[in-house]
């Protein structure tokens, strides 16, 4: 592809993020910082100020002040499912869509939907209200970011069931971290302001310890100052000229995923928080091995190797898939034709000696790669 081709398709990229609405993100480290209270806050300011705003989903909590601030707002009805014989409500998406307003203020956003509705999570609801035109300001907390779900589980022994992939922040054009001391967090939650009086010393026990707390509050900081840097540079070189958009892309990531690996998510959400702090395009590539040929292969296997390349989709990445009988010399060739500077391998699960006699794909590929910063994933921590 020439020069004059690449910015070309660069321009046509901009004309259309131009047709699709505006994405806006208030980003908290733990319930009642207070991120709705803020939205509901900025939605008052745009109502006053002529702007057609709605209230598409809002989750008051049971919350007096929270509930207060919806008095006055157009606020969209929830759609009732019927489903396995309860009632379930969700965000009427097609009414949002119909009423399109300039603004939608949408809060939960790692929400699983009922399988009744369309998209699967609320998240691809927004995407969807985003593309229609209609602009998006949205909240949710750090600990649902899918590439930190490790980390979450590891340092405050959460599992974080419900996730968001982190494409969807990088298409944010704006995220603005909604802080507030852990101190300050503690006295609300004991006062009553966050949950009911009767399930607040269980939270004090687990969730809302104070290490818990604050490294929550530094993760969320850190991706809001990571979404700054980003955004892309003004100019030319956002139309595909020269200087830092290449340079940048000959440090892409490239995590290694056999078909059989037992803890791809790990080395998928490594490779897209790598990718993210280097603010380059990542890929997950798999070689088929004539033994791994599908005909060879059971039919759990195959499965779960669908199941990883849909979650590497999720989260942003490129999905390359080889044929080859040795799937070293495959990596590495297409890492040096695709720009590749950080290739990603989890440790091997091989017998010891295989590593030791240089049989272990892992061994010759670190072996083999010079050039490239090799990270070896180690999954000591999650066992």
Same mark, same amino acid.
């Given at each position: 592809m020439d020069a004059e081709t690449s910015r070309a398709q660069d321009f046509l990229h901009l004309l259309e993020r131009a047709k699709r609405g505006r994405l806006k993100i208030y980003l908290g480290f733990a319930a009642g910082v207070g991120k709705t209270?803020?939205?509901?806050?900025?939605?008052?300011?745009?109502?006053?100020?002529?702007?057609?705003?709605?209230?598409a989903y809002i989750e008051p909590h049971g919350r007096p002040e929270t509930a207060a601030l919806i008095e006055g707002l157009d606020l969209i009805p929830r759609k009732q499912f019927e489903y396995r014989g309860i009632v379930v409500e969700e965000m009427d998406l097609d009414a /949002?869509?119909? %009423?399109?307003?300039?603004? #939608?203020?949408?809060?939960? /956003?790692?929400h699983t939907n009922v399988p009744l509705c %369309?998209?699967?999570? %609320?998240y691809q609801d927004i995407q969807e209200i985003v593309d229609a035109g209609i602009n998006v300001i949205c909240a949710f907390n750090i600990q649902h970011l899918e590439s930190l779900n490790d980390l979450?589980?590891?340092?405050?022994?959460? =599992? $974080?069931r419900e996730t968001i992939p982190d494409t969807f922040v990088k298409e944010a054009d704006?995220?603005?971290? $909604?802080?507030?001391?852990?101190?300050? +967090?503690?006295?609300? +939650?004991?006062?009553?302001? *966050?949950?009911?009086?009767?399930?607040v010393p269980w939270a004090l026990e687990h969730f809302f310890k104070i290490a818990n707390l604050s490294t929550l509050r530094e993760l969320a900081l850190l991706e809001v100052a990571?979404?700054?840097?980003?955004?892309?540079?003004?100019?030319?070189?956002?139309?595909?000229?020269?200087?830092?958009?290449?340079? !940048?892309?000959?440090?892409? =990531?490239?995590?290694?995923?056999?078909?059989?690996?037992?803890? &791809?998510?790990?080395?998928?959400?490594?490779?897209? !928080?790598? #990718?993210g702090r280097l603010n380059t395009h990542w890929f997950v590539v798999t070689v088929e091995t004539p033994e791994e040929?599908?005909? !060879? *292969?059971?039919?759990?296997?195959?499965?779960? +190797?669908l199941e990883n390349i849909e979650k590497a989709r999720e989260l942003g990445a490129e *999905?390359? %898939?080889?044929? #080859?009988?040795?799937? $070293?010399? &495959? +990596?590495?060739?297409? #890492? !040096?034709?695709?720009?590749?500077?950080?290739?990603? *391998?989890?440790?091997s699960q091989q017998p010891w000696w295989r590593k030791f006699t240089g049989l272990s794909p892992a061994y010759h590929l670190i072996e083999e790669a010079a050039g490239f910063d090799v990270h070896i994933v180690s999954f000591e921590e999650e066992e």
């Open positions: 209270v803020r939205m509901l806050k900025e939605a008052h300011a745009l109502q006053q100020r002529g702007v057609d705003v709605v209230l /949002v869509l119909a %009423r399109h307003p300039a603004i #939608a203020i949408v809060d939960e /956003v790692a %369309r998209n699967r999570k %609320r979450i589980q590891r340092t405050t022994g959460v =599992v $974080v704006q995220v603005v971290t $909604v802080d507030l001391s852990v101190e300050d +967090l503690l006295e609300r +939650l004991r006062g009553g302001k *966050i949950y009911e009086q009767d399930k990571e979404s700054l840097e980003r955004q892309p540079p003004s100019g030319p070189e956002e139309l595909g000229g020269p200087g830092k958009k290449q340079a !940048r892309a000959m440090g892409r =990531v490239m995590v290694c995923m056999s078909s059989g690996s037992p803890r &791809a998510n790990t080395l998928l959400r490594k490779g897209s !928080r790598m #990718a040929a599908p005909t !060879r *292969i059971d039919a759990e296997t195959q499965r779960h +190797l *999905i390359v %898939r080889l044929k #080859a009988k040795d799937p $070293v010399p &495959a +990596l590495l060739d297409f #890492a !040096r034709s695709h720009g590749v500077g950080h290739i990603i *391998i989890g440790r």
